[in-house]
């Protein structure tokens, strides 16, 4: 057979294949936040890797795998690891709730994460806490304290959130907000740590997974952004909030979710 001959059909295929299997991963941490973007999905396809399960398919006809990660820091990383290991993906979107610190901020508000920050690394003396920049595998630390998002998925998620239609949870519409959110192994619910991570980190939110999916997605080169509802504010009545808002919360997350999807594929 002449090689010379089946060359620009095996240039054509290796140039075609990298799209063709490239997906728009969406995760969560919770089954109530992954749940919406599964049902919306067409014949999802369920296949579980080192104990993740994956649902891959199309979400209003776009490519899509979404999982849901695990609560915490060590879950999201692992998640993410296994996800960028098994799938090729053109970027990623985390969906969730999360405990508003913007003094402003009522449950059901959205908060798109522009810059992630871990508020647990660092080092503690008798002095307090320093944070410490996030580390490559090879030790060196990052440049900067906080991880940026995506400014392409910045600005398409800031659009959807005009469009998408939310659950009202309190007496006034959701309201959009963007900024930085905090990430620490820590369910918060105490006012003056709440205070603390909005005037030391600027942080308008915070969560216990977001920074973690950043750091891998930083490392590996690819296209991240956080978007979170507010379930709580971090105080002292956040676990009862927590379970009083968790889902029409996440679902506010997810219906924005939902409309990125569909403007990605306008
Ligand atoms: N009672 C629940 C608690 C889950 S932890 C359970 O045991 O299943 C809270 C989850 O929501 C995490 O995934 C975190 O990212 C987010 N979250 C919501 N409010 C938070 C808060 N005040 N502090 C930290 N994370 C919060």
């Not at 749940?35 to 104990?51: D, N, Q, R, Y």
């Not at 398409?156 to 659950?167: D, G, N, V």
């Not at 900024?179 to 620490?184: A, D, E, Y």
């Not at 105490?190 to 977001?210: C, H, I, Q, R």
Request: proline share 5%; aromatic share 8%; hydrophobic share 45%.
């Amino acid at each position: 057979m002449d090689l010379k001959k089946l060359l620009p059909a095996i240039l054509l295929l290796l140039l075609w294949f990298p799209g063709y299997s490239q997906r728009l991963a969406i995760m969560g941490a919770m089954d109530q936040e992954i749940s919406i973007l599964v049902e919306a999905m067409h014949k999802p396809k369920l296949s579980t890797i080192g104990g993740i399960d994956f649902y891959t398919g199309k979400l209003k006809g776009k490519k899509v795998v979404v999982l849901k990660a695990g609560i915490g820091k060590v879950n999201a990383a692992y998640s993410t690891a296994v996800l960028t290991q098994n799938f090729t993906l053109e970027g990623l979107i985390f969906t969730g709730v999360a405990g508003g610190l913007h003094p402003e901020a009522l449950p059901g508000d959205i908060v798109i994460g522009t810059s992630l920050v871990q508020v647990d690394f660092g080092m503690l003396n008798s002095d307090g806490f320093t944070p410490w920049n996030f580390r490559n595998l090879s030790g060196e630390p990052h440049p900067e304290l906080l991880l940026s998002a995506d400014s392409s998925l910045i600005q398409l998620s800031l659009q959807a959130s005009k469009l998408a239609e939310y659950e009202a949870i309190s007496t006034r519409a959701p309201r959009i907000f963007q900024g930085v959110i905090s990430t620490s192994d820590l369910f918060v619910s105490d006012p003056v740590k709440a205070k603390w991570l909005y005037s030391e980190f600027n942080s308008l939110a915070t969560e216990m997974e977001g920074a973690a999916v950043a750091h891998i997605c930083r490392f590996l080169e690819i296209p991240f952004v956080v978007i979170r509802s507010c379930s709580d504010n971090a105080n002292t009545d956040a676990h009862v909030d927590f379970n009083a808002f968790v889902g029409p919360a996440a679902a506010n997350s997810a219906n924005l979710v939902l409309r990125m999807v569909e403007l990605m594929q306008q």
